[in-house]
């Protein structure tokens, strides 16, 4: 039969050390004794193999060791990305993610944030679909909150890693009007019932400063469904000549668009992204995208969401700055086609 060894107790620990029960209780939670007390201690636990039990563990300290993760939507490849990274970073902090989808979905996100609270989760990093709604100053009120993207209504949560949309939108709209381009449908998988997202809204901005004409379509994250918006905008007899997706999994649906209308990129229409997933430079022709550092983000979130859980916070506000990554999906167009459609006219 299989070895079956009985878990050490910490009582056991207490005979081999010479000490009360609670005096290694302490010991092991690093409080209330000297140094080499804790050293002593921790060196009879290893050799008798005793482990905290982590029910009891939480119980003892308040904690439970998991940080809850809100992902807007994993159908997005960049989210997916992004909880990869967060979810290795906070392992080697000793901390456990708790990941969870809201599918898209404001309402479902809101029911998971609180789920997650009732949990007792230590602390909660969200990419937040309503970023407006009256429920994260309530979390933040008991639990550190954390948001990515946009920071969240009531201005209590003790960290934010936002995003200078203004200059990553600017940055998308002058490198497509550089090229020529006049007429441009933004892509965004913002909702009715979400709006004045502030990408959004430097978008028109933008645009009138411009002299872009720009039409913002949503459209959903999930590849199938991408596609098939991108499929009824170019299928139409005067399409854009330029796409701008706020987020790379959209402007995958575009491509897809293309090949089933046998289309052009960039030939029949130039396509750009926002979040420089690591595939878009691998697609064929690779994707102008806007580069936010998703390594960058992994780390101040983090950093942010374990200080505020130890107690510890150092500063409360992270701004990340994008870069354009220009590769051959927004190349010049060639062709009195082409040129045609960037200035708004019809082919014959």
């Known amino acids: 039969m299989p070895d079956r060894r009985k878990r050490a107790t910490i009582r056991e620990v207490a ?39 982590p029910i009891a563990r939480a119980l003892a300290s308040g904690r439970t060791g998991q940080v809850g993760l809100l992902c807007g939507s994993l159908e997005d490849y960049w989210q997916q990305s992004l909880a990869v990274g967060i979810g290795r970073a906070l392992l080697a902090r000793d901390r456990y993610a708790l990941i969870v989808d809201a599918g898209g979905d404001p309402e479902r996100e809101l029911a998971l944030a609180r789920r997650l609270r009732d949990q007792r989760v230590d602390g909660l990093i969200v990419q937040p679909l309503d970023p407006a709604a009256e429920l994260w100053a309530e979390l933040a009120e008991t639990i550190p909150v954390v948001s990515i993207g946009d ?18 939108v600017t940055l998308a709209l002058e490198h497509l009007r550089d090229l020529g381009h006049r007429r441009v449908t933004v892509l965004t998988p913002t909702l009715a019932r979400t709006p004045d997202r502030p990408a959004d809204v430097h978008v028109n901005a933008e645009a009138e400063r411009l002299g872009l004409r720009v039409e913002v379509v949503v459209a959903p994250q999930a590849l199938a469904e991408a596609t098939d918006v991108a499929v009824g905008i170019l299928a139409r007899p005067d399409p854009p000549s330029a796409m701008f997706c706020f987020n790379d999994s959209i402007a995958y649906g575009v491509y897809a668009a293309t090949r089933e209308l046998g289309l052009a990129v960039p030939g029949d229409v130039a396509v750009c992204g926002y979040d420089d997933h690591p595939m878009s430079a691998l697609l064929t022709p690779p994707l102008t995208s806007v580069d936010w550092d998703i390594d960058g983000i992994v780390h101040d979130a983090v950093r942010l969401v374990v200080d505020s859980i130890e107690g510890k916070p150092r500063e409360r506000r992270v701004v990340r700055e994008p870069a354009l990554r220009a590769r051959q999906s927004t190349d010049v167009p060639s062709g009195a086609r082409a040129a045609r459609r960037a200035d708004g006219g019809q082919e014959p």
Do not use: C, K
């Open 15 to 53: 005979q081999a050390t010479g000490l009360s029960p609670a005096a290694v209780s302490y010991a092991l939670r690093g409080i209330q004794t000297s140094e080499e007390t804790q050293l002593r201690v921790r060196a009879a636990a290893e050799e008798l193999g005793y482990e905290a039990h």
């Open 151 to 168: 920071a969240l209504r009531g201005g209590r949560a003790q960290g934010e890693v936002v995003f200078d949309n203004r200059r990553g």
